[in-house]
């Protein structure tokens, strides 16, 4: 054996270098990725899955709520047996006949389909109470799915299960979920000096509290610790200890030694097991780490001073340790964003409001997600927190609003904002995008197609899901681009066609045929909401067919998505309702096809340059979208990703 290999040469190890800390971690996990990708995965229980990492999307199984349910304590009636009453002709209603009293989240059962508020209700004795209000078709009755549908994406791949999360897959009828296995990290502490805590103290002796430091930072982060007896300063115990630690492990860390000293090994043990990749790092403090690799394994030292150690553990380790859990390397932060719609608030309370965040044209721009307290997945899908405060009656668009972020600030900078028509392909593409693009991520807002040219005009969104038909030409998308965007380079990418149709109970039970029975005094439609393009659709087929939409029971009852749609019509709140093939097909329901359509995507030309939205556009024309949306059944594809010039 050498001397070098003893320790006991006089040598230092005068050769560290300083590389910028950018540049060394990038050099160091470009060639660590291809060791970090292939992971093996899991079944977890959900109320386990806290701080593991999903290995596969997680889709609802079943609706939340499961029930038609009262959103208020009050009486629950038949809104039809309501029509003509107000404050000149009230109406007294019989306990058991014409009404019933409920609480907040009791069911709403036939033959009644709306709640009034307890305050507005007149109790005359324990058998009989007035009202003396309009009653609107399912007012206060939170509907079948109003927070999660059968069918749709809980959360993504390569997620991080958060609490919040475990609520929302546990309510979605999840109770286990596909995870990667958290990469093993081995500590080893060394030096003679070292003693652990709660033993006997004596001069010259340190109580090792860096290791420990480490291991509940390697949980933070999503590892599993493995914490290794110090090991005193000897070269050979401290060969041994890496060489079982790195056979036992996915990531080993030796806590000093790795210095210039006489004594300070770790340099030369890597060198001689593997490969020393950088070894100094212009930082202070922790300047004197090792980043090595042995058997394809990272291997890092890190300097025994505690305030250097920390900074090497979060500049190195920690990056690593997320690398093989797929996960963003970043922190929580606040920021400043441009909210895109007025935003009003109670003066009673300090609110806090759900809000989708990303950059458009160099600023932040804010859009809130549903405000309604029993949506659990307004906080799944939010990127950050608006706090208004008490005495605010809120903000108007276009004001400057800070956000504490739920989400690293580099996922919020990498998003792409999508503001317009929905449809589930959204959830197919953001999927897609998240899993293999890395930090890339899709933020949709669903606010119908008129409302996402309006976002183009205003240069809130990078991209607006549009499906609008012209009356006049029979074209669909670019005549809307020149009406309204005319002012604008605006171009189209292409999307999918798509099937519209009506959504119909399995069976048909009421015999629906085509949009002529929408008039029948048995049939209750469920509707779209006023500026989405199916809503559009509607309006031109009634008039096509001469039909006033008065005469429809629940034109009036919207929903902002597909999905929400399909629920409503599985649930039998709605004998038809006004959506696409595939969510009728997600829900198990017949449907009855009106017509084919363009679902294309309105931008400006400028923002084609971005390269997140040159990943969306690759993924649009990827062999993997094409195939999800078959399975999904009612799509088709002419050139998706193709652009269009107006």
Not at 457 to 470: M, S
């Amino acid at each position: 054996m050498n001397t070098e290999n003893t320790g006991k040469k006089d040598e230092r190890n005068l050769y560290l270098k300083n590389e910028d800390l950018d540049v060394a971690v990038s050099k160091y996990l470009g060639i660590l990725s291809s060791k970090t990708t292939h992971r093996k995965s899991r079944m977890q229980s959900v109320t386990e899955a806290q701080g593991w990492v999903t290995a596969e999307p997680v889709f609802g199984k079943i609706s939340s709520p499961y029930y038609n349910a009262s959103a208020m304590d009050g009486i629950c009636v038949d809104a039809m047996n309501m029509i003509g009453v107000d404050e000149r002709n009230p109406k007294t209603l019989i306990k058991g006949r014409d009404f019933n009293f409920v609480d907040t989240g009791d069911v709403i059962n036939d033959p009644y389909n709306a709640v009034v508020m307890i305050e507005d209700v007149m109790i005359q004795n324990d058998e009989q109470v007035s009202i003396n209000g309009p009653v609107a078709l399912w007012q206060h009755v939170r509907p079948i799915g109003e927070d999660i549908v059968a069918g749709e994406l809980i959360i993504p791949a390569y997620h991080r299960v958060r609490p919040i999360d475990l609520g929302a897959l546990l309510a979605g009828g999840i109770t286990s979920i596909e995870v990667m296995e958290k990469p093993s990290v081995g500590i080893i502490p060394t030096g003679t000096e070292l003693v652990e805590a709660g033993e006997h103290m004596s001069i010259g002796k340190i109580i090792d509290s860096n290791t420990h430091m480490f291991a509940g930072l390697v949980k933070e982060y999503g590892g599993l610790p493995n914490r290794y007896p110090p090991v005193r300063d000897d070269y050979e115990l401290i060969k041994k200890a890496i060489t079982t630690a790195v056979t036992e492990n996915d990531v080993v860390l030796i806590s000093a030694g790795s210095s210039a000293g006489t004594e300070d090994y770790t340099r030369r043990l890597i060198e001689e097991l593997g490969e020393v990749v950088i070894h100094g790092v212009a930082i202070k403090p922790g300047k004197p780490v090792v980043l090595g690799i042995i058997e394809g394994k990272p291997v890092i030292g890190i300097p025994g001073y505690p305030v250097s150690a920390y900074f090497v553990f979060e500049g190195f380790v920690k990056p690593v340790i997320l690398e093989y859990n797929h996960q963003a390397n970043a922190e929580g932060m606040t920021i400043k964003a441009i909210l895109s719609k007025r935003l009003m608030s109670t003066l009673k309370y300090l609110e806090f409001v759900r809000m989708k965040c990303g950059r458009v044209n160099n600023v932040f721009v804010a859009t809130p997600l549903d405000r309604g307290a029993g949506v659990t997945m307004s906080l799944v899908n939010a990127d950050g927190i608006l706090k208004i405060p008490k005495n605010v009656e809120g903000y108007e668009a276009g004001a400057v609003v800070e956000l504490t972020l739920m989400r690293s600030p580099e996922e919020i900078e990498n998003t792409l904002v999508s503001i317009g028509s929905h449809d589930v392909l959204m959830d197919v593409l953001a999927n897609i995008i998240h899993k293999n693009r890395g930090m890339v991520n899709l933020s949709s807002a669903h606010v119908g197609s008129l409302g996402g040219i309006m976002a183009i005009k205003k240069g809130e969104c990078h991209f607006a899901p549009i499906h609008l038909l012209d009356e006049e030409t029979g074209i669909y998308n670019l005549p809307y681009l020149k009406r309204y965007l005319k002012e604008q380079d605006v171009v189209l990418i292409k999307g999918v066609k798509r099937t519209q149709g009506f959504i119909i109970p399995k069976g048909n039970p009421k015999k629906i045929k085509g949009i002529g029975d929408l008039t029948r005094k048995d049939v209750s439609l469920v509707n779209r909401q006023r500026g989405s393009g199916t809503r559009v659709l509607l309006d031109y087929l009634l008039k096509k067919n001469g039909i006033d939409a008065k005469d429809i029971l629940g034109y009036t009852r919207e929903m902002n998505t597909h999905m929400m749609v399909a629920s409503a019509v599985k649930s039998g709140s709605g004998d038809v309702g006004v959506g696409v093939l595939s969510a009728a097909n997600m829900m198990g329901l017949d449907f009855i096809p009106i017509g084919d359509e363009e679902y294309d995507f309105a931008i400006l030309r400028d923002n084609l340059k971005d390269p997140r939205v040159q990943i969306f556009i690759n993924v649009l024309k990827s062999q993997e979208f094409k195939d999800d949306l078959i399975q999904l059944g009612g799509y088709g594809f002419e050139n998706p990703g193709e652009i269009i010039n107006p």
